[in-house]
């Protein structure tokens, strides 16, 4: 077994000069209480002075399987990081991503980019958000019957309040009309198929960013309409000021109609 010398260097102690320096990997205390690590043998440098040959050991990365075990996380401490795996357990993955504890005033939990946790004063809030989609927001990915209209319409909100284009690369039903103010652009990189299951106009957006596309998709009517066409995807509003369409596919129920618009 160890020694309760080196439970103390494994775990964390005050810092203290040594003569033989401390082994890799092994954890001091620092004077303000912050906890290092060494990344060398034989570590002689005092990090309350000189950092070098150590880094912080505070953040302690953990995993959750879902959302639902992520709020449920308590933190450590401000700036831990946890591993999401999947927005719902077991989905391949999706809507996974780094998140970190964090405290800061205006912070609420959007099912999405931010979660609450046991403790009220801290979230749990996605490091990269980038590539904004809807499978953060709980999409499942899959022509599985699962409805996507609310994850669809919250990546689309984020969008816009936040000035990003969303990224929509699977498969999503939508039941009802989506609708937002200055629209960010939507975009695939491998063509992601929105399945429209009402007779509704998916999309109506008041206006839409300069430089902005709706592109790389696929339309598939799930209704009784077999005669689609393009214009009838999106309010004429939309369209009137400066929508801008490239590499999108339309399909009726009794196949291809539209393609290349």
Not at 98 to 111: E, M, V, Y
Not at 180 to 200: E, K, L, P
Request: net charge neutral; aromatic share 12%; with cysteine.
């Amino acid at each position: 077994g160890m020694t309760q010398q080196q439970v103390n260097y494994n775990g964390g102690s005050k810092w203290h000069s040594r003569v033989d320096g401390y082994k890799e990997n092994e954890r001091a205390v620092l004077a303000n209480g912050d906890i290092v690590r060494s990344t060398i043998n034989g570590n002689t440098n005092d990090p309350n002075v000189d950092m070098a040959g150590w880094v912080s050991a505070n953040i302690f990365t953990a995993v959750a399987l879902s959302v639902d075990e992520l709020r449920q996380l308590k933190p450590l401490k401000k700036g831990q990081k946890v591993f999401l795996d999947s927005h719902i357990l077991g989905n391949d993955g999706l809507g996974g991503g780094d998140f970190i504890a964090t405290r800061k005033s205006g912070l609420a939990d959007n099912n999405g980019t931010v979660f609450s946790s046991p403790d009220p004063l801290l979230f749990w809030v996605r490091h990269d958000q980038t590539s904004p989609k809807p499978e953060w927001w709980g999409a499942t990915g899959k022509d599985n019957g699962v409805d996507a209209t609310n994850a669809v319409r919250a990546a689309v909100d984020y969008g816009q309040v936040n000035k990003k284009t969303i990224v929509c690369d699977n498969e999503y039903i939508l039941s009802e009309q989506i609708t937002s103010g200055v629209f960010y652009g939507i975009t695939s990189t491998n063509r992601g198929t929105f399945h429209i299951n009402a007779d509704v106009t998916p999309f109506k957006f008041s206006g839409i960013a300069a430089g902005k596309w709706f592109e790389r998709m696929s339309f598939k009517y799930k209704v009784a309409a077999t005669n689609i066409k393009p214009s009838i995807l999106f309010d004429f509003q939309f369209l009137v000021l400066g929508m801008k369409m490239r590499d999108l596919e339309f399909w009726g129920d009794v196949g291809k109609t539209w393609v290349g618009v």
